[in-house]
C-alpha cells in the first residue's frame, strides 16, 4: 500500500497507480455509496465522480492519512451531498428521507426480487444518516470500528452506540412483524 | 443483548445480504470507462519566466529602505538636532521669544521646585496637608 501511495505522487506513475487504486476500490465504495443513495445509475455517477475528485486532488493527499480512509470520505461526502440535493429537489424534509429513499428502492431494478431483502433495505433508509452509515459499513463490509472512527471522524465508543441502536431498531421491526 | 448476540440474530434474521445487484461486467469495466474519462494531469514544468518587476524588486526594497532611513534622519535632525533644528531658538522666533519670557518659563519649563517651599505655600494659602 506505501508502494502504491508513492507511486500515486509521482507524476510519472500516478495514472498507472490510479488505474490500480480503481480497480482495487470500486467495488467497496460502489456499494458504500448504492446503500446510501439505493439507485445504481446514481451510485454509478457518484462513484465516477468520486474517483474524479480523488484524481484532480492527488497532489493534495500526502499520504498522511490512508488512502482508504481518504477515498471512503470523499465517497461518503459525495452520497450525503447528493441525497442532501436531492431533498431540495424534492422538497423533502429529512425526517421524509426514507420515504423518498424507499420510492426509490421500490423502482430500483437492479435486485434480486427478494421482499425481505427489500424491507430490510427501506428500514436501513429509514435510519439516521449516522447510523445508516456507520450500520453499512459494520454490518455490510465487516470495517473495524476503528476504520469506521478514521472514516467519519467520531469516536470509537459514539460509533457503537450508533450501531447497537441501529441493530436494535432493525431487530425490534423484524420481530414485531414475524 | 449484547452486540455480538444481536448481531447474530440479525444476521440470522436477514442474513448479510441486501439484495442489491449490479448490471453484468459492471466492476470488470468499470476501472477501463473511469479511465477514459480522467483528465491527463498537468504536470510539465514550466521554465521559470521572471518578469522585469520581479528582477528589480530587491533593489526597489533595498533602495526604499535607505530612503526611509534617510528621511528619519533628517526629521530627527530638523526636531532637535544642530543650530538649524526647527527646535533651535536661533531660527525658530517663537520659541526665543518664549525663552526670553521669565513668566513663561517659570510656569511651564522650570522645573526646580522645591517641595518645601511648595508646603509653606500652601500652609500660608490656609490648606491643611495632612488631609490631603
Known amino acids: ?178 | 443483548m449484547k452486540d455480538d448476540k444481536i448481531d447474530i440474530l440479525l444476521a440470522e434474521m436477514i442474513g448479510r445480504k441486501d439484495g442489491m445487484t449490479v448490471p453484468d461486467g459492471y466492476f470488470s469495466d468499470f476501472a477501463a470507462r473511469m479511465d477514459s474519462m480522467l483528465p491527463d494531469r498537468v504536470t510539465e514544468n514550466h521554465p521559470a519566466v521572471r518578469t522585469r518587476w520581479q528582477m528589480i524588486r530587491p533593489y526597489a526594497y533595498l533602495a526604499a529602505m535607505f530612503a526611509g532611513i534617510w528621511c528619519m534622519l533628517q526629521m530627527f535632525h530638523m526636531i532637535g538636532g544642530g543650530a538649524h533644528g526647527i527646535m533651535s531658538p536661533d531660527t525658530n522666533p517663537i520659541l526665543a521669544e518664549a525663552i526670553s519670557d521669565d513668566t513663561f518659563m517659570d510656569d511651564y519649563y522650570c522645573m526646580d521646585v522645591d517641595e518645601l517651599d511648595f508646603i509653606d505655600d500652601l500652609y500660608a494659602s490656609g490648606l491643611d496637608v495632612t488631609n490631603l
Open chain 1, 1 to 178: 500500500m506505501e508502494q502504491l501511495t508513492r507511486r500515486l505522487q509521482d507524476s510519472a506513475t500516478a495514472r498507472m497507480a490510479f488505474n490500480e487504486v480503481i480497480t482495487l476500490y470500486s467495488e467497496p465504495l460502489y456499494w458504500q455509496i448504492r446503500r446510501m443513495v439505493q439507485n445504481h445509475d446514481d451510485a454509478n455517477d457518484l462513484l465516477q465522480n468520486v474517483f474524479m475528485k480523488a484524481w484532480t486532488n492527488i497532489e493534495s493527499f500526502r499520504g498522511d492519512a490512508k488512502l482508504t480512509t481518504w477515498l471512503y470520505k470523499i465517497a461518503i461526502n459525495e452520497s450525503l451531498t447528493f441525497l442532501e440535493k436531492e431533498r431540495k429537489r424534492l422538497g423533502v424534509s429529512m425526517d421524509e428521507e426514507a420515504s423518498m429513499l424507499a420510492n426509490t428502492i421500490e423502482a430500483d431494478e437492479w435486485i434480486d426480487g427478494d421482499e425481505l431483502k427489500k424491507e430490510l433495505r427501506k428500514v436501513i433508509a429509514a435510519l439516521p444518516e449516522k447510523q445508516r452509515l456507520v450500520f453499512n459499513m459494520k454490518y455490510f463490509d465487516d470495517m473495524k470500528y476503528e476504520s469506521i472512527s478514521d472514516i467519519l471522524g467520531t469516536s470509537v465508543g459514539a460509533l457503537k452506540a450508533s450501531y447497537h441502536h441501529a441493530v436494535n431498531k432493525i431487530v425490534k421491526y423484524f420481530s414485531e412483524k414475524s
